[in-house]
């Protein structure tokens, strides 16, 4: 078995079928058709099953996933030491809910990572869509929250496709509001002091539910609210019409300026956030180095980081 056999049969995982590995990787689906049964006859198993939706990965794929993953990670390593005059490119893919210190934490790794070239991916997504990151391996981690609403439906989908939930922090609820709002100066807000302001919240797309929102109190009705799709907008709805988003209060002033505060929320609830990956997969250097920038952010704004354990 050959090393550049192990990366095809990555690639099939990524793209989903030999078809577009085929494409992806700029060879014949024969060619590529044949190294993966020679791979299957090594092993002496079946390592992919065929659906209506493509290639899906048996139990013994998913396990050889991981070792494959861990030898093309070492074989990189050294031939960027031994074999090569320049680093090898590195790659790495994140995808998460609409969170400024996920980014922090990426500014971080990149900066700390110190290489001459590099193909990362920060996919800010809705969260059925960022599930489907992980899962499909398009992302290798993703972060996303869990509170008393959503915990046994997100819990269960995760389970059914194959990822587990590792807990970062719990954050009591915040409103994030334009410094100039009225409510800008409170110590605290209730809801009721809310009704007059438009709610603000992520559009989740055709797999739109309650318990998909990236906002905790999605089912309390308002009378004012409006759907975005991206956080530079909703930022500035913040500040064009006074509108209010209920998040965790980590807020970054370094990467969005003093233009938005967070104002605790009186509400008997709480946001853990956490990071998702496949269970079958060992993590990358780089995905296990985002984690630790994450930590550290996380840290940085006075917030207690949990231990780190496995959910699903």
């Not at 590995?21 to 006859?41: C, F, G, M, T, V």
Request: net charge negative; glycine share 6%.
């Amino acid at each position: 078995m050959t090393i550049q056999q192990l990366r095809y049969f990555v690639a099939i995982v990524k793209a989903g079928s030999i078809n577009k590995a085929a494409d992806n990787l700029y060879i014949s689906q024969p060619s590529l058709s044949a190294a993966l049964r020679e791979i299957e006859r090594e092993v002496g198993c079946t390592l992919f099953t065929r659906t209506a939706r493509g290639m899906a990965l048996t139990p013994d794929g998913q396990s050889f996933l991981g070792y494959a993953h861990q030898v093309i990670e070492q074989m990189e390593l050294l031939e960027a030491r031994w074999l090569e005059d320049r680093p090898t490119r590195q790659q790495c893919a994140i995808s998460t809910q609409h969170y400024a210190f996920v980014v922090n934490a990426f500014v971080n790794m990149v900066k700390a990572t110190k290489t001459e070239e590099y193909a990362y991916t920060l996919r800010e997504a809705r969260t059925y869509e960022l599930v489907e990151d992980v899962q499909e391996l398009r992302s290798e981690l993703g972060v996303l929250y869990l509170n008393s609403y959503n915990r046994e439906v997100i819990t269960r989908l995760l389970r059914e496709r194959g990822l587990v939930f590792h807990p970062l922090f719990i954050a009591k609820p915040h409103i994030f509001i334009g410094k100039d709002n009225p409510l800008a100066q409170r110590e605290s807000v209730t809801l009721a002091d809310l009704e007059d302001y438009p709610r603000l919240s992520y559009e989740q797309g055709k797999e739109n539910s309650f318990y998909f929102s990236e906002e905790i109190l999605s089912t309390e009705f308002v009378k004012k609210d409006i759907y975005v799709g991206d956080r530079a907008t909703i930022f500035n709805l913040m500040i064009g019409l006074n509108g209010y988003t209920i998040a965790t209060g980590l807020v970054s002033a370094d990467l969005n300026g003093d233009n938005i505060v967070a104002v605790p929320l009186e509400v008997e609830d709480e946001i853990e956030v956490g990071w998702i990956v496949r269970k079958d997969i060992t993590m990358s250097r780089l995905a296990k180095r985002f984690v630790e920038e994450l930590k550290n952010v996380v840290r940085g704004y006075g917030v207690e980081v949990l231990p780190d354990e496995v959910i699903g």
